[in-house]
């Protein structure tokens, strides 16, 4: 059953941990902290079952799962997740950035995978209650932040094919340095061509760990032909673009025009592409969402109609795109600079997120 809030909101239990690392060991970490290789000192888990329902909330230390080797999600994949960051501001405070569309997407994600959905209040909550305890890991330097790892598994001790009764709500935390240690600079993507990452009545538009299973070869495919990311067509015809295996597409237009491929139901909605395509708009640009070809991309890059082309996501935030590389053509120049209207709405995203611009929009919710 979908909800925004709970009856009776859950209080969380607490079990500050006794491994929590020095003051030294975690400034060491925060100089320098990559993305995704570090955790901070606590975790969140709340557990479900069909006869509880959402109980037993808890704060507790970092540390490995017990799982049962029957554990439903080491067999069939019941698990979904989402990618949220904590940002703090000049004045110390902490941050987080529309938090409430990453709990409802995490319940659209639930309903496709047949997993319990989380009232929103309470995702939110439990977002919060892991910043508030490990606060001190959330760096300060230009362009850090907290990455929240939100994610949710069928644990239920059961071969038999069927939906989870039983599952289990995690947070887990990372602090992530700048994603363009060198400064943003354009990329090149390669199109796949043989393989998609979702299926029409798939589960495309479901932030599921499976997805991502599949985009790993055609990843790998990508890296050996020197690009930093891969682009998947339509699964039907693979004429039209859909996404990046985890970053929605962008095109600028010649004429100012911003583009981006219509929802189809096997893309997923990115907050940040949502965010952005409300930018647009505020500024007064003509912004598109429609299907758009892969061969529109590649000519207009040739002849100059499509002027700037660039991929968003929550961890990179916005990445300019360079070039477009297939097994039958290459355009574009990855050593040409960034585009002009890629790198202001990256700017001012950022700016927003950071606390540098007014939040017109109601999007930042205060954490600490
Ligand atoms: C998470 C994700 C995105 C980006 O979503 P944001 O909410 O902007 O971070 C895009 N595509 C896929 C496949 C994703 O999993």
Request: hydrophobic share 40%; with cysteine; glycine share 8%.
């Amino acid at each position: 059953m979908s909800s925004v809030t709970t009856d009776t909101p859950l209080a969380f239990r607490q079990t500050p941990s006794s491994k929590a690392r020095i003051l030294a060991e975690r400034d060491a970490i925060l100089a320098n902290p990559g993305f995704g290789k570090h955790f901070t000192d606590h975790m969140v888990s709340i557990d479900w079952t069909v006869e509880a329902g959402w109980h037993d909330a808890q704060v507790t230390p970092y540390g490995p799962l017990l799982l049962d080797p029957a554990a439903s999600v080491l067999h069939y994949g019941q698990e979904i997740f989402e990618g949220m960051k904590a940002y703090r501001h000049a004045d110390g405070s902490i941050w987080t950035f529309r938090p409430e569309a990453n709990g409802a997407r995490l319940q659209r994600s639930a309903k496709r995978l047949a997993l319990p959905e989380l009232p929103i209040d309470l995702f939110v909550e439990s977002v919060r209650q892991l910043v508030k305890i490990d606060a001190n890991w959330v760096p300060s330097a230009p362009e850090t932040s907290l990455y929240l790892r939100p994610f949710m598994i069928a644990n239920e001790t059961f071969l038999g094919v069927r939906s989870a009764q039983k599952a289990a709500y995690y947070v887990i935390a990372s602090p992530a340095g700048p994603y363009f240690a060198k400064g943003v600079a354009p990329v090149a993507i390669w199109v796949s061509s043989d393989y998609a990452r979702a299926a029409k009545g798939g589960t495309g538009a479901a932030k599921c760990g499976g997805n991502y299973a599949a985009s790993l070869l055609p990843q790998m495919e990508a890296s050996e032909h020197g690009c930093a990311q891969v682009l998947f067509c339509d699964p039907q015809e693979g004429k039209y673009l859909e996404e990046l295996g985890g970053m929605n597409v962008f095109l600028v237009m010649k004429d100012g025009t911003l583009v981006t491929p219509e929802l189809s139901g096997s893309i997923l909605e990115g907050v940040t592409r949502s965010s952005i395509l409300q930018l647009a708009r505020d500024r007064g640009m003509k912004v598109e969402e429609r299907k758009v070809t892969l061969d529109e991309w590649r000519r207009g890059f040739e002849t100059g109609d499509v002027a700037e082309a660039f991929a968003c996501g929550t961890a990179a935030v916005v990445t300019p795109i360079g070039a477009l590389k297939a097994k039958d053509f290459e355009v574009g120049d990855i050593s040409a600079p960034a585009g002009k209207v890629t790198m202001s709405l990256r700017q001012e995203l950022t700016d927003i997120q950071y606390g540098r611009l007014p939040d017109t929009h109601g999007w930042m919710t205060r954490l600490v």
